[in-house]
């Protein structure tokens, strides 16, 4: 990997490993503009640099630098003052009296060892009775390492960051990397890398160390090399003969196969190298805890996009795996189906990713409805999402809480249809919501499962939604649920207008669907003495008094589309009940 290095004086150095999707701002103290993804290198000690002074980019293996318009200094690259140019690997510019070299790193582990002249493993025990000679420098150094790790917005970040921590805690190291002991044939990966010496270009560690250190030991195991028979110096972990190392592992699961190289040259003293292997153990520790704890953030964030806040908790606790596990409990099905995509579709051919961007927007508005009023969701099918509650919670609250999810996901695409450059514009939706025993929890093969809901009450809640575009109507419940949510004391912010008994497509009980609406004044929405009188119609159309039903529909405001399905039904049958009337509607199709 490329980097460019800045020399100044006084043996000022500074480093900036180069990436090809990220460019590079150059200067005394850099600032990032609107570009995305820019680095910044500070050179603080230059005057003749400005605040921000050139803008560098690695790309096809050259390095193209461009000078600020508000540098007010020149670049000299060739002996030249030169605005723009493209530099090799190897060559460099100047600022004042800084000079910026292009290098080349380069690792190749060192398979084949010299033997070394002693090789010595740190036991915990040993470790604790080491006496620090700098405690306070080490300690201070360590207190900054979690905001170190909570800063890093990558891992590149992140090592580059505890390479230069390993420097300042160790005075005696001249190289340090994160290594990492891959899969079954134990490769050896070196994360990253970084020396003392900005003129090293080369890393070879030992990966007899790694191993025995991070795989064999699993405890900090120091090697220290010397000269040949002949006098002449061996190669072993650096090109420069750097001639002891010691592998220090990360311990956790978020760090598993890691270790911290750490390497050095000892000259003629032998340095007792214990104090510098407790501060790195140390480090290790602190980067696994906070490397775990980041790891369950990411789980719990992976969780909360299918668990409410309220149930989190629960599955984070030491008894969540027990929590997951499926169990046959009286839940509260909601199926929500997005209406209107085909038609958007065809509008947006030509922006497919726009169209992808407005569908996954709607599907978030229906799980942000859905984790408010604490559900679960099992699954998106499509444009579709499927939830359910009393699972892994009973509050007994199941299907108020499903029916408050549904009134506030009908009103979210309701304010959208009056505001054209809402992402919701042009999308309705229709719900379904049924209550019933269920098998719910982890569900699938030991080595593939997802959180779900088992059982017929998920069929006929994805029936009832499918039937809302025959009934005219954007949600509708089973009886079970309308009975929860009557007897419920907090059922005021909802109520119900029973629109027909039916029999879904493929099933073979009747079921009494009614329409859920919202406890509010709105336009077009039923008042109590609507629903009244609809639901008095609705009684005479199942007694088979369909004149009666039929001039009873009439008394209900014209604009509501629910009574049109009674009312169309009986002029198909020339307002006279067919043959052996039960007052059920069959469905002829989902």
């Given at each position: 990997?490329?980097?460019?290095?800045?020399?100044?004086?006084?043996?000022?150095?500074?480093?900036?490993?180069?990436?090809?999707?990220?460019?590079?701002?150059?200067?005394?103290?850099?600032?990032?503009?609107?570009?995305?993804?820019?680095?910044?290198?500070?050179?603080?000690?230059?005057?003749?640099?400005?605040?921000?002074?050139?803008?560098?980019?690695?790309?096809?293996?050259?390095?193209?630098?461009?000078?600020?318009?508000?540098?007010?200094?020149?670049?000299?690259?060739?002996?030249?003052?030169?605005?723009?140019?493209?530099?090799?690997?190897?060559?460099?510019?100047?600022?004042?009296?800084t000079?910026?070299?292009?290098?080349?790193?380069?690792?190749?582990?060192?398979?084949?060892?010299?033997?070394?002249?002693?090789?010595?493993?740190?036991?915990?025990?040993?470790?604790?009775?080491?006496?620090?000679?700098?405690?306070d420098?080490?300690?201070?150094?360590?207190?900054?390492?979690?905001?170190?790790?909570?800063r890093?917005?990558?891992?590149?970040?992140?090592?580059?960051?505890?390479?230069?921590?390993?420097?300042?805690?160790?005075?005696?190291?001249?190289?340090?990397?994160?290594?990492?002991?891959?899969?079954?044939?134990?490769?050896?990966?070196?994360?990253?890398?970084?020396?003392?010496?900005?003129?090293t270009?080369?890393?070879?560690?030992?990966?007899?160390?790694?191993?025995?250190?991070?795989e064999?030991?699993?405890?900090?195991?120091?090697?220290?090399?010397?000269?040949?028979?002949s006098?002449?110096?061996?190669?072993?972990?650096?090109?420069?003969?750097?001639?002891?190392a010691?592998?220090?592992?990360?311990?956790?699961?978020?760090?598993?196969?890691?270790?911290?190289?750490?390497?050095?040259?000892?000259?003629?003293?032998?340095?007792?190298?214990?104090?510098?292997?407790?501060?790195?153990?140390?480090?290790?520790?602190?980067?696994?805890?906070?490397?775990?704890?980041?790891s369950?953030?990411?789980?719990q964030?992976?969780?909360?996009?299918?668990?409410?806040?309220?149930?989190?908790?629960?599955?984070?606790?030491?008894?969540?795996?027990?929590?997951?596990?499926?169990?046959?409990?009286?839940?509260?099905?909601?199926?929500c189906?997005?209406?209107?995509?085909?038609?958007?579709?065809?509008?947006?051919?030509?922006?497919?990713?726009?169209?992808?961007?407005?569908?996954?927007?709607?599907?978030?508005?229906?799980?942000k409805?859905?984790?408010?009023?604490?559900?679960?969701?099992?699954?998106?099918?499509?444009?579709?999402?499927?939830?359910?509650?009393?699972?892994?919670?009973?509050?007994?609250?199941?299907?108020i809480?499903?029916?408050?999810?549904?009134?506030?996901?009908?009103?979210?695409?309701?304010?959208?249809?009056?505001?054209?450059?809402?992402?919701?514009?042009?999308?309705?939706?229709?719900i379904?919501?049924?209550?019933?025993?269920?098998?719910?929890?982890?569900?699938?093969?030991?080595?593939?499962?997802?959180?779900?809901?088992?059982?017929?009450?998920?069929?006929?809640?994805?029936?009832?939604?499918?039937?809302?575009?025959?009934?005219?109507?954007?949600?509708?419940?089973?009886e079970?649920?309308?009975?929860?949510?009557?007897?419920?004391?907090?059922?005021?912010?909802?109520?119900?207008?029973?629109?027909?008994?039916?029999?879904?497509?493929?099933?073979?009980?009747?079921?009494?669907?009614?329409?859920?609406?919202?406890?509010?004044?709105e336009?077009?929405v039923?008042?109590?003495?609507?629903?009244?009188q609809?639901?008095?119609?609705?009684?005479?159309?199942?007694?088979?008094?369909?004149?009666?039903?039929?001039?009873?529909?009439?008394?209900?405001?014209?604009?509501?589309?629910?009574?049109?399905?009674?009312?169309?039904?009986?002029?198909?049958?020339?307002?006279?009940?067919?043959?052996?009337?039960?007052?059920?509607?069959?469905?002829?199709?989902?």
């Amino acid at each position: 990997m490329p980097r460019l290095i800045a020399r100044g004086p006084e043996s000022d150095e500074r480093r900036c490993r180069l990436r090809p999707d990220r460019p590079v701002r150059v200067g005394r103290r850099p600032t990032k503009d609107e570009r995305a993804n820019v680095e910044l290198f500070e050179v603080p000690w230059e005057s003749s640099l400005s605040r921000n002074h050139a803008d560098v980019r690695w790309l096809k293996g050259r390095l193209e630098v461009s000078r600020v318009d508000s540098a007010t200094n020149p670049l000299f690259f060739k002996g030249q003052e030169q605005d723009r140019f493209v530099m090799e690997l190897g060559e460099h510019f100047v600022v004042g009296e800084t000079t910026f070299t292009l290098a080349e790193d380069r690792v190749s582990v060192a398979h084949e060892d010299p033997t070394p002249l002693d090789v010595v493993g740190y036991t915990m025990a040993e470790l604790q009775q080491t006496r620090y000679r700098d405690a306070d420098e080490r300690i201070e150094l360590l207190a900054t390492l979690p905001d170190v790790i909570r800063r890093a917005s990558n891992d590149e970040e992140l090592f580059a960051r505890l390479a230069l921590l390993i420097f300042e805690g160790i005075p005696s190291a001249d190289a340090a990397a994160i290594v990492r002991v891959v899969g079954d044939e134990k490769k050896i990966a070196v994360s990253y890398w970084d020396s003392r010496k900005a003129t090293t270009s080369e890393f070879k560690p030992s990966r007899k160390l790694i191993l025995d250190a991070v795989e064999d030991r699993r405890q900090s195991v120091r090697s220290l090399w010397g000269a040949t028979a002949s006098g002449a110096r061996s190669e072993y972990t650096m090109t420069d003969s750097l001639d002891w190392a010691f592998v220090t592992p990360v311990p956790g699961k978020a760090c598993a196969g890691w270790g911290i190289y750490v390497a050095g040259k000892a000259g003629e003293a032998r340095l007792d190298l214990r104090p510098d292997v407790k501060f790195t153990e140390l480090v290790a520790d602190l980067l696994s805890a906070m490397r775990d704890f980041q790891s369950l953030e990411r789980q719990q964030a992976t969780l909360g996009r299918f668990f409410s806040p309220v149930t989190l908790p629960i599955l984070s606790s030491p008894d969540g795996e027990d929590a997951l596990a499926p169990r046959q409990t009286d839940v509260t099905v909601l199926f929500c189906d997005l209406r209107g995509f085909s038609r958007e579709a065809e509008r947006a051919k030509d922006d497919l990713m726009g169209l992808l961007r407005r569908v996954s927007h709607a599907l978030d508005v229906m799980t942000k409805c859905i984790h408010s009023h604490q559900g679960v969701i099992g699954d998106f099918q499509g444009d579709a999402a499927l939830a359910f509650w009393g699972w892994p919670l009973d509050s007994g609250n199941s299907a108020i809480e499903a029916c408050r999810a549904a009134v506030q996901i009908r009103q979210r695409f309701k304010d959208a249809a009056e505001k054209q450059d809402d992402p919701l514009s042009g999308f309705r939706c229709g719900i379904g919501i049924a209550s019933g025993e269920a098998v719910a929890g982890r569900l699938g093969s030991a080595g593939q499962f997802k959180i779900d809901v088992f059982g017929p009450v998920v069929n006929l809640a994805s029936r009832l939604e499918g039937i809302t575009k025959q009934l005219r109507v954007p949600i509708l419940v089973d009886e079970g649920t309308a009975r929860r949510v009557r007897d419920n004391p907090s059922k005021e912010d909802v109520r119900f207008r029973r629109l027909a008994r039916l029999r879904p497509y493929g099933m073979a009980l009747p079921v009494t669907v009614s329409e859920l609406l919202p406890n509010v004044v709105e336009t077009q929405v039923l008042t109590a003495e609507g629903v009244r009188q609809y639901e008095a119609a609705l009684d005479q159309f199942i007694a088979g008094d369909w004149d009666e039903a039929f001039a009873g529909l009439h008394e209900v405001p014209h604009w509501d589309h629910g009574k049109d399905f009674l009312t169309s039904f009986i002029l198909q049958h020339q307002r006279k009940p067919p043959a052996g009337w039960d007052g059920v509607v069959s469905m002829d199709s989902k």
